[in-house]
């Protein structure tokens, strides 16, 4: 990000800064799907044993997961 607002600072051109912006998204896009995966089960696992159903658990943490974006 510090490389896109310094990319704005000098004027540089506004494809070259939209191209980094998307640059970024699609990055945080990634590792926001590595980490779901790597802990989504925790994540349901641990909803369950707060007694919800595997249903609701599933649909909390799909919920947490919309919601974030």
């Known amino acids: ?3 896109v607002i310094k990319m ?3 004027g540089q051109d506004c494809k070259s800064v939209v ?3 998307s640059a970024i998204r699609t990055s ?3 590792a926001m799907g590595i980490i779901v995966a790597e802990n989504l089960v925790e994540c349901v696992a ?3 044993d707060e007694g919800l159903s595997n249903q609701e658990s ?3 943490a799909i919920d947490l997961l919309v919601k974030s974006r």
């Open 1 to 3: 990000m510090r490389g």
């Open 8 to 10: 704005i600072e000098e």
């Open 19 to 21: 191209t980094q912006l």
């Open 28 to 30: 945080i896009d990634r």
């Open 46 to 48: 641990e909803s369950m």
């Open 58 to 60: 599933i649909q909390e």
